[in-house]
């Protein structure tokens, strides 16, 4: 393949992955915006039921690394993973720090492994499965791309509504903000503009790798969308449709 007609290969992938950023933006927002109002207890059903894609995510970013070759891009992901563990302090660990967001708000430690919506649990392990079974430009796509950046779209969102809701801002003093911090801030921009320029150095090697990629992110839109839905069901919660 000629470096014109990869380009426009490139091109038109990224245009691709854009808009379907900007259609989770519009569809995250409208399903998140009950979450300014709703009592307290749904509230922290949501966030109980959310921390399942923590707990997955880690282990499938730890398998993606297992799975791409040796180069800068699984460097990257060996990266983000150290990250997401807390770079060497489990007490950093993104998936504690959630942990700790809950007690702050009330939540007993030993009732955070209850009551997970099994629609969500078939649908990570799927996930998880396709990580490892799947070509890993196709794991690339669902793990890296969608973790990193529809994921992200989900967290801020999330976070931009259920701060409005008057239950919140009455235990703002005593609620543990550090995980919010991290995915609603720099880092988190910072990591989606690191991928984006590792994938098109790795499509550059191997320009086949893109139809993995386009599979892979397609996919990751679809289970964030059927996962928040299953989220609202287990809370009692009644989203807005787009």
């Given amino acids: 393949m000629d470096q014109q007609s990869l ?3 490139k091109e038109e992938f990224w245009r691709m992955a854009d808009n379907a950023r900007t259609q989770t933006e519009y569809l995250a927002d409208r399903k998140l915006q009950s979450l300014a109002h709703v009592p307290l207890d749904v509230l922290k ?10 707990l997955f995510y880690i282990s499938d970013l730890a398998l993606l690394v297992y799975r791409l070759p040796f180069g800068n891009l699984r460097s990257l992901m060996a990266d983000f993973l150290n ?3 807390g770079n060497g302090q489990h007490t950093q660990a993104h998936q504690r720090l959630y942990d700790d967001f809950l007690v702050s708000l009330g939540i007993p430690r030993e009732e955070l492994e209850k009551n997970a919506h099994p629609g969500n649990l078939q649908l990570l392990g799927e996930m998880s499965d396709l990580v490892m079974k799947a070509s890993p430009w196709y794991a690339v796509g669902l793990r890296g791309m969608g973790g990193e950046c529809l994921c992200q779209v989900y967290l801020a969102a999330m976070h931009t509504h259920f701060m409005k809701n008057p239950a919140i ?4 003093d005593r609620m543990d903000p550090r995980f919010w911090d991290i995915h609603t801030g720099e880092v988190d921009i910072e990591h989606r503009e690191r991928l984006r320029a590792a994938l098109m150095a790795a ?15 397609r996919k990751s839109k679809g289970v964030f969308d059927r996962f928040w839905d299953n989220i609202f069901e287990a809370a009692g919660v009644t989203a807005h449709k787009a």
Avoid: I
């Fill in 7 to 9: 380009q426009a290969l």
């Fill in 45 to 54: 059903k949501v966030f109980v039921q959310y921390r399942y894609f923590t």
């Fill in 83 to 85: 990250d997401e563990l």
């Fill in 169 to 172: 801002q009455v235990l703002a």
């Fill in 203 to 217: 499509v550059d090697e191997d320009p086949s790798a893109l139809e993995g990629l386009v599979g892979g992110y």
